[in-house]
């Protein structure tokens, strides 16, 4: 991410697209804005973890696929100095993992994904989103990782993406499609 560094002086080759019109416009002469880049980001990733993730064989159903995707945000982070978090969710909160920074961590947390073992077949995204609106304070990137069969979730959802930078990861099977489109 960029955060607003400072202004300066306009100077020939800058990006006129950076030009602070605010500050040109009180003191007659050119300024930009600087920006510089976010260092120590959050990186949050929410996981679906209830009965629908069984879907498809064993050895490729949407759960797996799942944890190799948060598998690999978490190295991601580890690769970026950045703090990672994670949550499982079902119809409540399975696991929690505070963001935090680290080797240590981050291989918790991959254990804590593969070895997880659902409570609850169910599935409430509203209520998870509800649990990271009160417990995420900092501005965050967060991922949601689901099949997001699930209904009334989406004011929740508007209201995070206010926040945080929210990104959605859409986990699905061939063989569902053809399924919905027989039943």
Same mark, same amino acid.
């Given at each position: ?69 948060? @598998?690999?945000?978490?190295? @991601? @982070? ?35 994904? $593969? ?24 501005? @965050? ?18 209201? $995070? ?23």
């Amino acid at each position: 991410g960029l955060e607003f560094d400072e202004v300066r002086l306009y100077q020939y080759g800058d990006d006129i697209r950076t030009i602070d019109w605010n500050v040109t416009a009180k003191t007659g002469q050119v300024y930009i804005k600087k920006f510089r880049e976010e260092r120590e980001q959050t990186l949050f990733v929410l996981f679906d973890v209830s009965g629908s993730g069984d879907f498809g064989p064993q050895d490729e159903n949407k759960r797996l696929i799942g944890m190799e995707i948060a @598998s690999i945000m978490a190295f @991601s @982070s580890l690769k970026n100095n950045d703090k990672f978090g994670l949550a499982t969710f079902s119809d409540r909160i399975e696991k929690f993992y505070k963001p935090n920074k680290g080797r240590k961590h981050i291989l918790k947390i991959v254990r804590g994904v $593969l070895t997880n073992t659902n409570k609850s077949e169910q599935t409430d995204i509203n209520f998870a989103l509800e649990f990271i609106k009160h417990t995420l304070k900092r501005r @965050s990137i967060l991922i949601i990782i689901s099949d997001f069969l699930d209904e009334n979730y989406e004011r929740a959802l508007v209201h $995070l993406g206010r926040k945080h930078e929210v990104i959605l990861i859409r986990l699905f099977h061939p063989n569902e499609v053809f399924q919905m489109g027989t039943g």
